[in-house]
């Protein structure tokens, strides 16, 4: 490659180097042809492993997501078949108007609600919905959350400890006095 021949003779030129040393610096083009295909080569390589890998995660991922789903599926079913049990000792014939609704699930579907929910103000769901499995919702892991090191973990309220008071100032004392608990205990 002559734009390789020239800056090495610039290098040469610039640093004051041996010349004898100079033609052992510089590269064949037959070699550097060579050098450029296998390059290419471990380059295209390394892409089809970095490819197969990345297919092998996601179907890692799938299969954890379908046996993440079938357990929550199984305990779901185990809760609304307890549940319905319980529920069938007490006579509310209303609640299962219809019998496909209350009926424990058979088969690899479920999808059955197990819900016989009616309106009114003393009616309860009877189980869980099992439907949002079926929308395309997974229960994939996506690490810990931050939580800014403040504040309740679901509310983000601040403990009770942690607020300042700022009625009037000055620091209030809780609860009775050494002298007034003496005073009390006496009567």
């Known amino acids: 490659r002559p734009e390789h021949r020239r800056e090495t003779a610039r290098f040469w030129r610039e640093n004051r180097a041996e010349a004898a040393l100079r033609e052992r610096c510089l590269v064949p083009a037959e070699e550097y042809e060579r050098f450029a295909q296998a390059l290419e080569q471990a380059l295209a390589e390394h892409q089809r492993r970095e490819d197969e890998r990345i297919l092998q995660m996601a179907a890692e991922i799938r299969e954890a997501e379908r046996r993440q789903r079938e357990t929550v599926r199984a305990a779901l079913q ?110």
């Open 78 to 187: 185990k809760y609304c078949s307890f549940f319905l049990n319980h529920t069938q000792l007490q006579p509310e014939p209303e609640l299962c108007a219809e019998p496909s609704v209350c009926r424990p699930p058979a088969g690899p579907e479920r999808d059955s609600t197990c819900a016989a929910e009616q309106p009114g103000p003393s009616r309860m769901q009877t189980g869980p919905d099992l439907a949002w499995m079926e929308s395309g919702k997974v229960l994939t892991f996506i690490g810990h959350q931050e939580t800014e090191g403040k504040g309740n973990v679901h509310t983000g309220a601040k403990p009770p400890w942690l607020t300042e008071e700022e009625e009037d100032g000055s620091k209030q004392q809780i609860g009775p006095s050494y002298e007034e608990f003496l005073k009390h205990s006496e009567q």
